[in-house]
Structure formats: structure tokens, C-alpha cells
């Protein structure tokens, strides 16, 4: 079972106990003033004023890792609902990731809009174990925020861009029942039998823009090797680990109700790939997944970051039709969750 406690570098015992008094209801008295946490939030830029505590914490997964995450908890008594984050690319990510995804001061609106509910954050990190330890420790962090201070358990929504929205849909397969909704932004490789083994020249390759065949392709071969070592680690050959990470095989397995965001200009995760899960997922209608399909925005739209950089950098500002996307993305992302995390 995981378990949350105070997480920071180096600080005094003293320090600990303010910084698990904001979070866990420690028996502390008040935080010393060395304590690295964010202030009550008041008037963020574009935000309405929620005071918050925000604060660096970690959690042990069930083989005794410490995986370090970020919290940001509305001031008051609760129970609130929860809303785990989960960043995209690989793990091990400094703190300053995490709390973008978590912070009120967020460079994403959509996290900026998340602070703005009454529901708790967390932004987990997880292992740089692709199709490894990565998911058990997302799986974890979700089942240890159901356990903090305040968190409403049964009230408990994932919410992940590329890598993250295919560990946030890997984690609702593992354990149906630990989330009641699920936000996948352009899930990163959901078919890694057909990622990691397609021909370039066949369909669903071929029907790729040359610009996405050769980020695919290149992003392909620097995952041949860890994919290796993975299947390795777990005692399964290659196509093994490939197979039983095939999310559209399992998507019957999911429980929580599904809101999946993909772009037909994303070069990365092109729309073209995600065609297989999104069939796979209309045909149970009784569950309610939702599938919103855009056409002009670029990888990393579902969290609408400012400034130009990964899939947005060297291409100028955002168009008006691109910006019109994001801000539709965020409000039917904002509606999903606020309808997901109402009272019973």
C-alpha cells in the first residue's frame, strides 16, 4: 500500500512537520518559515481566487521507491474531490514539471482552470521504465491520493497528456474501479505492437504526414533499446510486453467514463493512430466515453501550455483557430470533470 509523506531535498525535522501539517493534519503547530510551500493563492493571472496550499510531497510504491509529487489542496475542510495529473514523456522529472501540473501558477490554463474547482491536484512522478515500473507507480499514486487528508475516495478523476494519457488509461485497466473518469490527451503509443513493429510503408504508417512518419520513426528506434531492457526486467520477450500493453485489447476492462482528446494535425500522436482505441471504446455505448476530435491543433493542445516549445516550438504563435480549439478543449475538459466529480 502507498503512503504519502512530507517530500523536500533536505529539511530540518521542523520543517517536515509544517509541510505535513498543510497535508496530512500532522500534530504539528503552525509551518516554520524555512518551509517551501506556496503561500493561500489569490488572484492568479486568469484564474478566480481560490486560496490553495501547494507543496512538494512523495509517496512509496509497493516495492519501496520514493516517487516524489506535487499537491495543490483548496483551503478548508473537504472531503474534495481529487484530480490526478499525469505529465507525458518519460519519468524522473524534476519538480519544477511536477508542479506545473499542479500549481495554480501553472504556465497551463488547464491546470490554472483545474485550481480554480474545489478539488485537490496531485502531479505523481513515475520510473523512466517505459512499459514498466511506470505503470504501477502512476496505479499507486492514484490509490495513495484516494488516501490523503481531506480527499473525497470515491470522487477521483486521472487526467494525462501522451504518455501520461496512456499510463492514465493503462492505470484504469489495471485497477477499474479507482477512478470514476478518465481525460486521455493524445495517448502516446496505445498500440505499441504496431508502433514499435509496423512497416513505414503500410497502413497505419503510410496514411501519416511525412513530417510525423519521421518523428515516429525516430522516437521508435531510441525506444528499442529500453523496450528491451523492460521486457527483460519483467521476464517476457519483446512481443510479449508489446502485446499486453495493447490498450484497445483491454479497453472492456475500463470502468471510469473516458474523455479522449486527439487532433488530426498532431505530428506526434498522429489521429490516424488512436482510430483502433477509439472504435474499441464507442462500442461499449452504456459506459458514456466521449471522443472530441480536433483539426488544427498541435501536440500538447489538451494542456494549452504558454510559450513555444516541444511540438510548438519554431511555429510562430498560435493561430485563431488553434487558440478557438484549446479554449473549447478546456471547457468541455472543465464540463467532463465538473459532471464526473458532482456529488453522488
Not at 16 to 34: D, H, K, N, Q
Not at 45 to 53: E, I, K, N, S
Request: glycine letters at 10%; a neutral charge; one cysteine or more.
Amino acid at each position: 500500500m502507498a503512503r504519502w509523506r512530507s517530500y523536500t531535498p533536505s529539511i530540518s525535522l521542523g520543517a517536515m512537520c509544517g509541510l505535513v501539517l498543510i497535508l496530512a493534519s500532522a500534530a504539528c503547530t503552525s509551518p516554520p518559515s524555512s518551509v517551501a510551500t506556496t503561500p493561500p493563492s489569490v488572484g492568479m493571472p486568469g484564474t478566480q481566487d481560490v486560496a490553495r496550499h501547494v507543496a512538494l510531497i512523495s509517496f512509496t510504491a509497493r516495492d519501496g521507491r520514493v516517487i516524489p509529487a506535487a499537491v495543490s489542496t483548496p483551503v478548508g475542510k473537504g472531503p474534495f474531490p481529487v484530480v490526478v495529473t499525469i505529465h507525458g514523456g518519460s519519468g524522473d522529472r524534476t519538480a519544477d514539471v511536477l508542479e506545473g501540473l499542479a500549481s495554480p501558477g501553472s504556465d497551463s490554463p488547464v491546470v490554472r482552470m483545474l485550481n480554480e474547482q474545489p478539488w485537490i491536484i496531485v502531479a505523481p512522478d513515475y520510473r523512466n521504465d517505459w512499459l514498466g515500473a511506470e505503470r504501477l507507480d502512476v496505479v499507486d499514486a492514484i490509490e495513495a491520493a484516494r488516501t490523503l487528508p481531506g480527499a473525497d475516495r470515491d470522487r477521483v478523476a486521472i487526467v494525462g497528456g501522451s504518455n501520461g494519457g496512456r499510463l492514465a488509461l493503462m492505470a484504469s485497466i489495471l485497477t477499474p474501479r479507482s477512478s470514476k473518469c478518465v481525460i486521455a490527451g493524445s495517448p502516446f503509443m496505445t498500440d505499441p505492437l504496431i508502433f514499435m513493429n509496423g512497416e513505414a510503408g503500410l497502413a497505419p504508417f503510410s496514411q501519416a504526414t511525412p513530417a510525423s512518419l519521421s518523428w515516429m520513426m525516430q522516437t521508435r528506434a531510441r525506444m528499442d533499446r529500453p523496450v528491451e531492457r523492460s521486457a527483460r526486467r519483467q521476464g517476457l520477450t519483446r512481443d510479449e510486453l508489446l502485446r499486453e500493453n495493447v490498450i484497445r485489447d483491454h479497453a472492456g476492462k475500463i470502468e471510469a467514463r473516458v474523455l479522449l482528446l486527439t487532433s488530426r494535425a498532431d505530428e506526434q500522436v498522429p489521429h490516424i493512430m488512436l482510430e483502433g482505441l477509439i472504435s474499441a471504446l464507442q462500442q461499449d455505448e452504456r459506459k458514456g466515453h466521449q471522443i472530441l476530435i480536433v483539426e488544427d491543433s498541435l501536440h500538447g493542445f489538451y494542456w494549452g501550455r504558454d510559450g513555444e516549445f516541444g511540438a510548438r516550438a519554431g511555429r510562430g504563435p498560435r493561430t485563431p483557430r488553434q487558440q478557438a480549439e484549446e479554449d473549447a478543449v478546456r471547457e468541455a475538459m472543465k464540463q467532463f470533470l465538473t459532471g464526473c466529480l458532482a456529488d453522488p
